[in-house]
């Protein structure tokens, strides 16, 4: 359908969304070995061996080899397991490791291939909805500590990136819509254009309408890419902006259960930001009845998870990666289609916020 | 007495030798933050203190852990509690790591620093003659895995290097020879006049006359820095000379215990590459001689540990980050001051070198 070309130079490369031909011409030309290692969320194990099959056929060799589910998964004894596995197989500094599933097999094979002998050839094959339109896309790759999420990992850009939007179909309800609050995300920070489309086109989104959501994905791609090419490394700022939501949504997720989606508490991280900036006068009303308006359609929260728990998620917040000398940094919208960084957010008025919108 | 460049774009650095004024002002002008984590080695843990406050005395607080001694601390345990150690202190992306010790804990520190928050700024201040040479110069950060030495790892350039050659007076006999067999190796490859230099002046490096030890170490920073400013991240080729001799040395450590020295590995390597080199008529017989009479002189091995085990040593070099599709690479020697990457070696004419040099 169409490629997306993420534009970094030398470490420049394209994310493909249904295209045809499959992943093996694709990987050949864009990978100098003719060795992998397909790593597969072991819910997904069989498209892991197709994708084996296929890359068999392009005269791409290899080893398949499953992934417990879950966020668990993203620890050091797995990443050690990885590890382990490259070695037995005599991986040299050309075989690709191939990450086929969501987020939790992307960053963790992603920080594998980041690290194992200095760093290996990535091919990303996300099959779900966050992982296609986030995860897989601008190199971040990590695994979790007991202290916090993501605490551990590297910018490893890939090689390329396969995305088939079919894979989509088995994906669970919940698990789609909680992706679609990344997408609702690039809307509010880039692309008013795009917002408003999503408002109109919401029912056909959520019945998985294909054309639909090819459009959401490649859309959603070309936006994280634009951001990406222009702050590779988390460097200038610029790329500060996809953290809309997220400083709220690191705080609900380390302090919750592992029961919780990270598009759920990105929903409710953004209508977090969004009634602090209502607060400070950036925005009106509207936009985040808009924002909240969307994120209901579909089916995310737009509230904290109960019971509220303000002082454990301040607390989480300044031991934030983006905070700096325990200093809160946020990224609020000033209309619909844009955002600014705020770091001199007094936390009272954080703390208000978490605690009014506590259900 | 001397500062090294090393040019890397926006990520060059400094290599301090005997500068006077402490490290304190040196990481102050060279850190954004104020705060930092010292990791020393256990044996050096006095000067651990001393680096922590003289850091206090610029202004940058922080903490100090020491690490056990010996390559066993390069495991992905020790890894852990690092990364347990620098949650714990609330470390944010501006709190510099400081690896205060040999190449253990550069390497194991270091890759703590690479990818803790996706990389924290690095000052090393290396206190064995290896680091000082070698490992603390490049960005070469990395740990163990049971299948193999620094088989996980990354580049990450440090903010700066701080050297005391006087620290030098602590280092046991032994480790400070196998320090000089990296030294030993920068005129092989790159400088015929420092080659013969060391010939010269041998004594009064064995002696570690400060004078000579302080051009020895400016030296061969000097001479890597060169290198590591024209290939990075070892991808032109041009930084494969800094493996003269480790093919085999990575050999002779995956299969012997835990006793030798890297430089002792390091050494026998070299001997063995330059009897290749001189069987394939690269270079005369006096090359060969001249190379071994200074290891000798230094008190270094010139042929592998024994008994012999060529099969052993053939399957580790096979499975060398440098091999490629399990195709033999080597640096040899085609005069002193000048090495070439060969890479059509038949097996067998390395096993002949592995079987006769073996004592």
């Known amino acids: 359908m169409t490629t997306i070309r993420v534009s970094l130079g030398p470490r420049s490369y394209d994310i493909a969304v249904d295209e045809p031909g499959g992943i093996g011409p694709f990987a050949a030309t864009r990978l100098k070995g003719r060795r992998a290692y397909v790593f597969a969320d072991y819910n997904v194990a069989a498209l892991g061996e197709r994708t084996l099959d296929e890359l068999g056929r392009a005269g791409i060799t290899g080893r398949l080899a499953t992934i417990p589910p879950g966020e668990a998964s993203k620890s050091i004894a797995q990443l050690a397991v990885l590890y382990e596995r490259l070695a037995q197989a005599r991986t040299d500094r050309q075989t690709a490791v191939v990450a ?9 094979a992603g920080f594998a291939a980041a690290t194992y002998n200095r760093g290996l050839p990535l091919v990303m094959v996300p099959t779900t909805l966050l992982a296609m339109v986030d995860s ?3 190199g971040k790759v990590g695994i979790n500590l007991p202290a916090g999420k993501n605490l551990v990992g590297a910018f490893h850009q ?10 989509l179909t088995s994906l669970s309800d919940r698990d789609y819509r909680a992706g679609l609050a990344e997408v609702v995300k690039y809307g509010m920070i880039l692309d008013a254009d795009f917002f408003a489309w999503l408002e109109s086109n919401a029912d056909a989104v959520l019945a998985r309408d294909p054309a639909a959501v090819a459009r959401v994905v490649a859309r959603s791609c070309e936006l994280k890419a634009g951001v990406v090419a222009g702050d590779e490394r988390e460097e200038t700022g610029l790329r500060a902006v996809l953290n809309f939501g997220h400083t709220f949504a690191h705080a609900f997720e380390t302090a919750a259960g592992s029961d919780g989606r ?20 950036m925005i009106p009303a509207d936009v985040t009845a808009r924002l909240i308006g969307l994120l209901t359609k579909f089916g995310l929260p737009s509230a904290p998870p109960a019971p509220p728990r303000p002082d454990e998620w301040l607390d989480a917040m300044r031991r934030d990666k983006k905070a700096v000398a325990g200093r809160l940094r946020f990224v609020l919208p000033h209309r619909i289609g844009a955002v600014d960084m705020i770091d001199d957010i007094p936390e009272d008025a954080v703390r208000d ?7």
Chains 1, 2 share one sequence.
């Open 136 to 138: 897989s896309v601008g």
């Open 262 to 281: 990270h598009g759920e508490a990105v929903a409710a991280g953004m209508a977090c930001a969004a009634r602090l900036a209502e607060r400070r006068r």
């Open 353 to 359: 916020i978490l605690t009014e919108v506590g259900p």
């Open 158 to 167: 890939p090689a390329g990136v396969w995305i088939e939007t079919a894979t």
């Open 100 to 108: 086929v599933g969501g987020g939790v097999v992307g960053d963790l």
